[in-house]
C-alpha cells in the first residue's frame, strides 16, 4: 500500500511547478485577483515557502510571463512548405488556441496588470513581437526588408493582438472567421502598400503567383471582386 508520503522536490524543480501553477491560474483569471495564498494552496505548499522561491507576486508572475512569452513566440513557427496563405492560417489557429488557454493572462499582459510596465515585462512582450516579425520575413524570404515591409508586418502583428483582445470580450465572433480575416488582412495591408512601391508590388506578385485557387489570398480577391460587382 502507498504511504502518502510526498517526494521533495529541487529547488528548480519546485521553481518550475510554482511558475506552471501561477500560469494556470494566471491564465484563467487576472493575475490581480489571483493570491499568493491560492498559488501556494494550488502547490500543497505553504505561503512561507513560495516566498522562499520567489520575493513577491511581481517576481512569480515575470516568471509566468516567461514561460508563457517562449510559449507564445514559438507558435509563430511555422515549415516554409506550402503557399504563404495556407501558413499564415495555421499561424493564426495556433495563436488564437494560445489565447483561448490564457485568455485572462493575455489581456491583463496587453491591458494592463501587475508587472505592466516594468522593464521585464516590455522586454518579453518586444521578444514576442519581434521574434513574430522574423517568422513572417523568413516566410516572405527577405533577409533585408524595405521599409514599408517592415511597416506592413509590424501593423499586422499589432492588428493580431488588438483583434485577439476585442475577440476575449464575449467572443461575438467565430474564431474561425476571424483567422480567416486576418490573414486576409495581411495580404490587403500587403496590397495597399504595393500600390505605392514596385518593390511591395514585385513581392506581393511572387507571393500571390503560388496561391492556388481555394486558398486564402485568392477567396480575399474573390470576395472584392463579387463586393466591387
Known amino acids: 500500500m502507498s504511504t502518502g508520503v510526498r517526494r521533495r522536490m529541487g529547488v528548480e524543480e519546485r521553481r518550475q511547478q510554482l511558475i506552471g501553477v501561477a500560469l494556470d491560474l494566471f491564465s484563467r483569471r487576472s493575475p490581480d485577483e489571483v493570491s499568493i495564498d491560492e498559488i501556494a494552496s494550488a502547490a500543497g505548499i505553504s505561503r512561507p515557502l513560495v516566498y522562499h522561491y520567489f520575493p513577491g507576486k511581481l517576481s512569480l508572475y515575470e516568471a509566468a510571463l516567461k514561460r508563457a512569452s517562449d510559449d ?8 516554409h512548405d506550402g503557399p504563404l496563405g495556407a501558413r499564415l492560417l495555421r499561424v493564426m489557429a495556433r ?10 493572462g493575455f489581456s491583463a499582459l496587453m491591458r494592463g496588470g501587475p508587472a505592466v510596465g516594468s522593464s521585464t515585462t516590455n522586454a518579453l512582450i518586444d521578444a514576442v513581437r519581434q521574434a513574430a516579425y522574423e517568422q513572417i520575413l523568413a516566410h516572405l ?12 508586418v ?7 493582438e488588438s483583434t485577439a ?7 461575438r465572433i467565430p474564431r474561425e472567421e476571424l483567422q480567416a480575416q ?3 488582412d495581411f495580404a490587403a495591408l500587403a496590397a495597399v502598400s ?18 492556388p485557387a481555394d486558398g ?4 480575399l480577391v474573390s470576395r472584392l471582386i463579387a463586393l466591387a460587382s
Open 72 to 79: 507564445l513566440a514559438g507558435r509563430f513557427a511555422e515549415p
Open 194 to 211: 504595393a500600390a505605392y512601391d514596385e518593390e511591395m508590388s514585385a513581392l506581393l506578385r511572387r507571393v500571390l503567383a503560388d496561391e
Open 141 to 152: 524570404g527577405v533577409t533585408d526588408p524595405p521599409a514599408r515591409l517592415e511597416l506592413v
Open 165 to 171: 483582445l476585442i475577440w476575449l470580450d464575449g467572443r
Open 182 to 184: 486576418l490573414v486576409h
Open 216 to 219: 486564402p489570398f485568392t477567396d
Open 154 to 160: 509590424r501593423s499586422w502583428i499589432s492588428l493580431a
Open 95 to 104: 495563436f488564437f488556441d494560445f489565447v483561448d488557454e490564457h485568455g485572462p
